[in-house]
């Protein structure tokens, strides 16, 4: 278990998700920095080689037309005047006959292998000692002549290494910064990732109270670590209500199993006649269905403490629910001859768990109608009031006092003048539980304050959505 | 009637196994999932009563889908410690019919599987109801007793065709709260004795022969006195 | 550096597929040209000379130059000189004839 919990160990870096995009960032800036490169490229020697071709092709129309008027003469003549006159010393030319001898010209020979008449070609030339990169184009002329003009590429050809090593050094200097990038980004990510992890490994550990220290930046590790304190509450808050639970079962369970216990256990000892044995018996089983039921309330106060029957919730019509509940708790009173009124608006939208609703509304009457006295009242009414919905349960039993008041929320609470009435003494911490669950409270007050007895009114208090 | 109880709790199937025998069925059971799903697809049962949990891999749930995915259409009673409202759900959504949740009065077993074993088997929809003298009108909504009109309330009404649907059936408190009224937690108090009761006294004032029957430690049964 | 490999191939695809596209039509030759040599500075030379208006100032004194400096071994800028005096010399005669 401790090695498992052991601190991982930083990824390797190809591993590590920060250098992963680090790297992905850089091939995007390559491509776009080779997109750059290239429409420079197609700018500059793109262009010396478009103005290079273009000449050539003037310079050869020039020299054909010259050999139209003033024959294969004339345009040795031509050759030899514009081969003078080059200053810059760039162009070629090579004219020689059907046999192949050179007529003029400054090439030193017919180049082997070439194609046909108008194709355009790249090659190696030498000369003053050197190798430069030439473009020739072969024109036929009429009588078996075959004319070469070209120009030498030297210049374009410098421009091409300039360019190549521009892009060499740039390029080195990108996976440079890049991997010094990403290797910040990485540490960087690995900085404001550690609080989150230490958080998480100390938790993975048993320390459940640990937290994510947030910082004031509310940047995406922030958010991250908000909202794993989030749901760190939220495990707290189940786990808490699994621990009420059982704190409950341990110390108000033992009670009446006790009771039970001792009951059957005299019957047993002291019984005098099967008849009595029976009864006891049968007292026995009452007394554990009382103890399952208990059990079950406390189920619910944990289901609805905790917000697990969040998931429950649902769209519903709160006063189809109560007069619902009315109509089943009416017989009742009226069993008892209490007079039920009710006062519920014509519908009341709400977003909640139908189920608890009901019980908490049942638990309310229920107690309403056991505390009060033959002849009396019991009222139930909701409304809706500046975004709040309210259920309240009135009677005219004698009351709470308002030291009982404030402990009456809490669970097995049983006012010291209903001893005597049976109930489990949960019904108004579900109550409080299913308010808490709808984001809302439960209030304890006089039904009829200065009256005697005053009675009592509990309101389940409810924001709307 | 024959019914395959899936149970793994020695002690729980051993009760409820007697109980169903001494009401005069005849029980097959088996301790695990797995058995259960073989004994119910190769045998023909009227009915299963299955724990929700079960060892072995196939738990209720499990099971009752599988048989349901195969075409078996035995009715299922849930046994289940499971009590919350989604767990209910889940159970019935997977193909019970009922749900019962541990611990529970073995009446409230017995009522459960023979309202559920004695479903009528055609759909044909019925529209009146008749005990004895007692006539009840599924289409009009009206109730006569030896002809005589008696007004009751929409909720009574319901009460009184569910008592009527399981006539010499035992219905527990337990399932008019749910069938009836929809409710599915524990009112604490009796209000459903107060309810039959308002509804008994208007079915029988002025005849001499009660037709709804209090039995003892478990429901209400409506018959013909015989 | 272990990722290195893959941005630098494609790098070095940029540099040899995006300049050229006319690569493929090159031919290997051993091909010189003539207009380098001593002897095409002579023949400047003389071709000079034949030129008339060759006595001009600049292109008698780009003429001198020129030949001194082929014959001193500067080939390529005697050249250049001579053919600068040829251009001028010819551009005068189109000038005025």
């Given at each position: 278990?401790?090695e498992r919990?052991?601190?991982p160990?930083?990824?390797?870096?190809?591993?590590?998700?920060?250098?992963?995009?680090?790297l992905?960032?850089?091939?995007i800036?390559?491509v776009?920095?080779?997109?750059?490169?290239a429409?420079?490229?197609?700018?500059?020697?793109?262009?010396?080689?478009?103005q290079t071709?273009a000449a050539i092709?003037?310079?050869?129309l020039?020299?054909?037309?010259?050999h139209?008027?003033?024959?294969?003469?004339?345009?040795?003549?031509?050759?030899?005047?514009?081969?003078?006159?080059?200053?810059?010393?760039?162009?070629?030319y090579?004219?020689v006959?059907?046999?192949?001898?050179?007529?003029a010209?400054?090439l030193?020979?017919?180049?082997?292998g070439?194609?046909?008449d108008?194709t355009?070609?790249?090659?190696?030339?030498?000369?003053d000692?050197?190798?430069s990169?030439?473009?020739?184009h072969r024109?036929?002329?009429?009588?078996?002549?075959?004319l070469?003009?070209?120009?030498?590429?030297?210049e374009?050809?410098q421009?091409?290494?300039?360019?190549?090593?521009?892009?060499?050094?740039?390029?080195g200097?990108?996976?440079?910064?890049?991997?010094?990038?990403?290797?910040l980004?990485?540490?960087?990510?690995?900085?404001r990732?550690?609080?989150?992890m230490?958080?998480?490994?100390?938790?993975?550990?048993g320390?459940l109270?640990?937290?994510v220290p947030?910082?004031l930046r509310h940047d995406?590790?922030?958010?991250?670590?908000a909202?794993?304190?989030?749901?760190?509450?939220?495990?707290?808050a189940?786990?808490?209500?699994?621990?009420?639970?059982s704190?409950?079962?341990?110390?108000?369970?033992?009670t009446?199993i006790?009771?039970?216990?001792?009951?059957?256990e005299?019957?047993?000892?002291?019984a005098?006649?099967?008849e009595?044995?029976?009864?006891?018996?049968?007292?026995g089983?009452?007394?554990?269905d009382n103890?399952?039921?208990?059990?079950q309330?406390?189920?619910?106060?944990?289901?609805?403490?905790?917000?697990?029957?969040?998931?429950?919730?649902a769209?519903?019509?709160?006063?189809?629910?109560?007069?619902?509940?009315?109509?089943?708790?009416?017989a009742?009173a009226?069993?008892?001859?209490?007079?039920?009124?009710?006062?519920?608006p014509?519908?009341l939208?709400?977003?909640?768990?139908r189920?608890?609703?009901?019980?908490?509304?049942?638990?309310?009457?229920?107690?309403?109608?056991?505390f009060?006295?033959p002849?009396g009242?019991?009222?139930?009414s909701a409304?809706?009031?500046?975004?709040?919905a309210?259920?309240?349960?009135?009677?005219?039993?004698?009351?709470?006092?308002p030291?009982?008041?404030?402990r009456?929320l809490?669970?097995?609470?049983?006012?010291?003048?209903?001893?005597?009435?049976?109930?489990s003494?949960?019904?108004l911490?579900?109550?409080r539980?299913?308010?808490?669950?709808?984001?809302?409270?439960?209030?304890?007050?006089?039904?009829?304050?200065?009256?005697?007895?005053?009675?009592?009114?509990?309101?389940l208090r409810?924001p709307?959505? | 009637?024959?019914?395959?109880?899936?149970?793994d709790d020695?002690?729980?199937?051993?009760?409820?196994?007697?109980g169903?025998?001494e009401?005069?069925?005849t029980v097959?059971?088996?301790?695990?999932?797995?058995?259960g799903?073989f004994?119910?697809a190769?045998?023909?049962?009227?009915?299963?009563?299955?724990d929700?949990?079960?060892?072995?891999?196939?738990?209720?749930?499990?099971?009752?889908e599988?048989?349901r995915?195969?075409?078996?259409?035995?009715?299922?009673?849930?046994l289940?410690a499971?009590?919350?409202?989604?767990?209910r759900?889940k159970?019935?959504?997977?193909?019970g019919?009922?749900?019962?949740?541990?611990?529970?009065?073995?009446?409230?077993?017995?009522?459960r599987?023979?309202a559920?074993?004695r479903?009528?088997?055609?759909?044909?929809?019925?529209t009146k109801?008749?005990?004895?003298?007692?006539?009840?009108?599924?289409?009009?909504?009206?109730?006569?007793?030896?002809?005589k009109?008696?007004d009751?309330?929409?909720?009574?009404?319901?009460l009184?065709?569910?008592?009527?649907?399981h006539?010499?059936q035992?219905?527990t408190?337990?399932?008019?709260l749910e069938k009836?009224?929809?409710?599915?937690?524990?009112?604490?108090t009796?209000?459903?004795?107060?309810?039959?009761?308002r509804l008994?006294?208007?079915l029988?004032?002025?005849?001499?022969?009660?037709?709804?029957?209090?039995?003892?430690n478990?429901?209400?049964?409506?018959?013909?006195?015989g | 550096?272990p990722?290195?490999p893959a941005?630098f191939?494609?790098?070095?695809?940029?540099?040899?597929?995006l300049?050229?596209p006319a690569?493929?039509e090159?031919?290997?030759q051993d091909?010189?040209?003539?207009?380098?040599?001593l002897?095409y500075?002579?023949?400047l030379?003389?071709?000079?000379?034949?030129?008339?208006?060759h006595?001009?100032?600049?292109?008698?004194?780009?003429?001198?130059?020129?030949?001194?400096?082929c014959?001193?071994?500067?080939?390529?800028t005697?050249?250049?000189?001579?053919?600068?005096?040829?251009?001028?010399?010819a551009?005068?005669?189109?000038?005025?004839?």
């Open positions: 278990m401790s919990l052991a601190r160990p930083p990824p390797r870096l190809l591993q590590s998700a920060a250098f992963r995009f680090a992905l960032f850089m091939v800036f390559s776009a920095a080779g997109l750059l490169v429409v420079l490229w197609w700018g500059t020697a793109g262009a010396i080689d478009r071709v092709r003037a310079d050869t020039a020299l054909m037309d010259r139209r008027d003033a024959g294969p003469l004339g345009l040795v003549e031509s050759i030899e005047d514009r081969m003078a006159q080059d200053a810059e010393a760039v162009t070629i090579l004219l006959d059907s046999d192949g001898r050179k007529l010209g400054n030193e020979h017919w180049p082997a070439i194609a046909g108008g355009w070609f790249r090659t190696e030339l030498h000369h000692g050197a190798t990169e030439a473009r020739i024109r036929d002329l009429p009588g078996g002549l075959r070469l003009v070209g120009r030498d590429e030297s374009r050809t421009l091409d290494i300039v360019m190549a090593e521009g892009m060499a050094w740039s390029l200097a990108i996976l440079m910064v890049g991997a010094i990038g990403a290797s980004v990485r540490n960087a990510l690995q900085r990732m550690a609080p989150a230490l958080t998480a490994q100390g938790i993975a550990a320390d109270a640990r937290r947030v910082s995406e590790f922030d958010q991250l670590g909202t794993m304190n989030a749901m760190l509450d939220r495990i707290e189940l786990m808490s209500g699994v621990r009420s639970v704190d409950a079962i341990a110390h108000d369970l033992r009446p006790a009771r039970a216990r001792g009951k059957l005299e019957a047993l000892a002291a005098r006649s099967e009595r044995l029976r009864a006891a018996v049968e007292e089983i009452a007394d554990l103890i399952s039921r208990i059990f309330a406390l189920l619910r106060i944990a289901e609805a403490e905790a917000g697990a029957r969040r998931a429950a919730f769209p519903l019509d709160l006063s189809a629910v109560l007069s619902d509940a009315a109509e089943f708790y009416e009742m009226e069993a008892r001859n209490q007079h039920f009124e009710t006062s519920l014509e519908q939208d709400l977003v909640g768990d189920d608890l609703l009901l019980q908490a509304v049942a638990n309310l009457l229920d107690n309403a109608i056991k009060t006295p002849g009242v019991v009222r139930l409304r809706c009031d500046a975004g709040v309210e259920i309240a349960v009135e009677d005219s039993g004698p009351g709470l006092s030291s009982d008041r404030e009456a809490d669970r097995f609470f049983r006012a010291d003048v209903s001893r005597n009435t049976p109930g003494g949960l019904g911490s579900l109550v539980a299913v308010a808490q669950l709808h984001g809302g409270e439960v209030r304890l007050e006089d039904a009829q304050p200065g009256f005697t007895p005053p009675g009592l009114r509990v309101s409810m709307l959505p | 009637m024959r019914i395959l109880l899936v149970e020695v002690e729980v199937a051993r009760f409820v196994k007697k169903l025998q009401a005069g069925h097959e059971h088996a301790p695990n999932g797995r058995e799903l004994l119910a190769s045998e023909s049962f009227d009915m299963l009563v299955l929700r949990m079960l060892p072995g891999g196939v738990d209720g749930v499990r099971l009752v599988t048989l995915g195969q075409g078996n259409r035995t009715p299922v009673l849930f289940s499971l009590s919350a409202v989604d767990e759900v159970g019935l959504k997977a193909g019919d009922d749900y019962l949740v541990k611990p529970f009065a073995f009446a409230e077993l017995l009522a599987v023979e559920l074993g479903r009528p088997s055609s759909e044909a929809p019925v109801l008749r005990v004895a003298d007692l006539e009840l009108d599924l289409l009009s909504r009206t109730v006569t007793r030896s002809g009109r008696i009751v309330q929409p909720r009574e009404f319901r009184l065709e569910h008592l009527m649907r006539a010499g035992v219905v408190r337990t399932m008019l009836v009224w929809d409710y599915h937690f524990d009112p604490q009796n209000v459903i004795d107060v309810h039959v009761s008994r006294q208007k029988d004032k002025g005849f001499d022969k009660p037709l709804i029957h209090t039995v003892r478990a429901g209400y049964m409506i018959r013909a006195e | 550096m990722a290195a941005p191939a494609f790098a070095l695809a940029v540099l040899l597929v300049p050229n690569r493929a090159h031919q290997p091909l010189r040209l003539t207009t380098d040599t002897e500075c002579h023949a030379a003389r071709r000079l000379e034949s030129m008339p208006g006595m001009e100032p600049t292109p008698r004194l780009l003429g001198q130059q020129g030949r001194r400096l014959a001193r071994g500067h080939v390529k005697g050249i250049a000189r001579l053919r600068r005096a040829i251009r001028i010399t551009g005068k005669q189109s000038d005025g004839g």
